[in-house]
Structure formats: C-alpha cells, structure tokens
C-alpha cells in the first residue's frame, strides 16, 4: 500500500445506494483519488463529476486501489462482487485490504477474510450504524471485525465516514456487533410504533409527547427521529424495509445457531414479513406504523 509514504491510498468503493453514495463522497473529500463502480451505472454520476473513476465492474476497481470497500445490498451481492471470476478477490492488488461494510452475515465474512488471506490481501467486516444521516454527516458508528494491523491500515480511511470506529475482534466480529445493533432496533421500531398508537387513542397530540418523552428514559434516535416520521406518515425510505429484514433472518439464524431464543426479533420480524408482503419493503423501516394502522383502523 502506498499510505505509509505520506501517499494517501487509493479507495475503491463499489455500491453507491443510499449509503454507499455519501461513504465515498467523504473520501474523495478528504483528498483520495476514488474509483467507483455500482450496478446501476448512473448512480456514480455525482461522484464522477466531483473527480471520481467510474470502471465497469469490481474487479477492474480492485486492481486500481488500495483500500476497497463494498457497500452492497444482500449477502448473495457480497458473496458476488468478491467471489465472481474477475471479480474482487482475483483481482485485488497484494497488500490491499478489502473491507465489506455491508451489513452481512458473520459466516460470509469469515470465508470471505479466510480466501482473502489465501491471496495475500486482508479482509475486514466492517458494517455501519447511523442510517442515511449519520452517512451524510460522516457520523457512523463503525464495527470493525478481522486483522489488527489492517484495521490500524484502514482506519484514516474510515474515519473520514464515521465518528467511533471500534475493532471488535476476529473476522465476523464486526457483523455480530451490528446483528446486537439491528436486534435492540427491532424490539424498539415496535415499541415507538406502539407508544404513537396508544397516545393518539388517548387523545394527546403525539408531537406533544415526543417533545416531552423525547427527552426521558424513552429518548432515543428511532423515537425523536422516525416516531416523528410516523406521526407525519412520512415512510420514504432513510433504511428499507427489505434490508431489516435481511438483517433480522441473519441475526434469527445466527441465534439458532448459538441456541438463543429471541422473542422480541421473532414478533419484530413477523410484524415486518407483514409489510413486505403487503407491498410495502421499498419504504423506509418506519412503514411499521402501518401495521399499527391496520389493526387499529
Ligand atoms: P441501497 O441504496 O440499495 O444501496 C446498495 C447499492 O449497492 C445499490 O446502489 C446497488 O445497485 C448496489 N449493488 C448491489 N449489488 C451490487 C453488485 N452486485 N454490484 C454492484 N453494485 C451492487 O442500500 P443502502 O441503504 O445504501 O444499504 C446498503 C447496505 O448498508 C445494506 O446492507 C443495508 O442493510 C446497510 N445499511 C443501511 C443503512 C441505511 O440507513 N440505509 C444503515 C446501515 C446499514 P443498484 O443501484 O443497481 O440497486
């Protein structure tokens, strides 16, 4: 890597969805010369504009840098752009690390970090919490699992996206960290869902009670940020439905797998199966209300 010379490293970044788009834009910012590639070509324009290299699949970014980091859907996205022939892992330049910051399944960053090794480059799970917001203001939280001395490596390059980057331990690592994450949203998506219901139906005018709540024991960003979006039934979409629901089977199975149970994610995901099923996994994960409408209507 060219970073130890006073040269800043060469950041790859493939998906510029909702997040992917902001992450990159800080590094360019911050002064590293960028090359990107998403599926949806015109999704790059933005950063190509602003100086960025648009290349036409992950392999072809691999070879030109560094740092590469993913930003994707789906684990089955993951397991594509590193696993595919030409894709990231044969094409990554000796040296480099490859961080996945999509939220992932800790068995995938493992295989991932392990056929990484195997090719003389590192892999880290690096998945993120903030929502769109904390993307746009380089404020994630950052849980970063694999090799110690890669972490120390890629850190000035995280921490242009994020504001407390923690390594958690061995690869997967960073991917448990985040299913702890998504498991406390789960329970708490349903509870601020329940709290609007139930002041509207005791005839309080619920912006009055999140002004009030929303600086108690109950405060938090799901109640002050998407309770507020619920109560103006704003359900665009900051974190889409579809991808809690990803992260929620990954955490159900992972728990499965330790012997776990949660009853808490298990409600949680069910009330959320609804909403796909009723047409609604593009919209942002505060749609929830919308169950609370429908059985209230
Ligand atoms: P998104 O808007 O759907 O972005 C994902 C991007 O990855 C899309 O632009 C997609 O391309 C691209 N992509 C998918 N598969 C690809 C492939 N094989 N090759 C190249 N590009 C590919 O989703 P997001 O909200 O940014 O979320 C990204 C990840 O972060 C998800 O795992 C999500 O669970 C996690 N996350 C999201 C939030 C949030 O608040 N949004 C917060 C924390 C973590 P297209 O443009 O063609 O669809």
């Not at 330790?258 to 994960?285: C, I, K, N, Q, W």
């Amino acid at each position: 890597m060219s970073s130890g010379s006073g040269v800043q490293p060469k950041v790859g970044f493939i998906g510029l969805g909702i997040m992917g788009q902001h992450m990159a834009g800080h590094t360019l910012a911050a002064g590293h010369e960028l090359h990107v590639y998403n599926r949806t070509r015109s999704k790059a324009k933005t950063l190509v504009e602003r100086g960025a290299v648009l290349h036409d699949n992950p392999g072809a970014v691999a070879a030109a840098s560094d740092i590469v980091i993913t930003m994707v859907g789906y684990p089955a996205d993951v397991e594509a752009v590193y696993f595919e022939a030409g894709g990231i892992l044969d094409k990554a330049r000796p040296g480099s690390v490859l961080i996945d910051m999509t939220t992932s399944s800790p068995a995938l960053a493992e295989r991932i970090a392990e056929a990484a090794s195997e090719r003389g480059v590192t892999a880290l799970d690096a998945p993120v919490s903030g929502g769109d917001v904390g993307a746009r203001e380089a404020k994630l939280a950052i849980m970063v699992g694999g090799d110690g001395m890669a972490f120390e490596q890629a850190s000035p390059v995280l921490r242009t996206m994020g504001a407390n980057i923690a390594h958690m331990g061995a690869a997967g690592a960073g991917q448990h960290t985040k299913m702890a994450n998504q498991i406390a949203i789960a329970s708490t998506m349903l509870a601020v869902a329940e709290s609007i219901t139930y002041a509207r139906r005791a005839g309080l005018d619920p912006d009055v009670v999140l002004d009030v709540i929303g600086t108690g024991a109950a405060s938090s960003f799901l109640l002050n940020g998407l309770g507020r979006k619920m109560i103006r039934e704003d359900f665009a979409p900051g974190f889409f439905v579809h991808h809690f629901v990803k992260d929620m089977t990954i955490a159900l199975e992972e728990a499965a797998r330790m012997g776990l149970d949660l009853p808490g994610l298990e409600l949680a995901r069910s009330l959320y199966d609804r909403l796909v099923s009723d047409g609604f996994g593009e919209e942002g994960t505060q749609a929830l209300y919308r169950v609370y409408n429908a059985i209230h209507a």
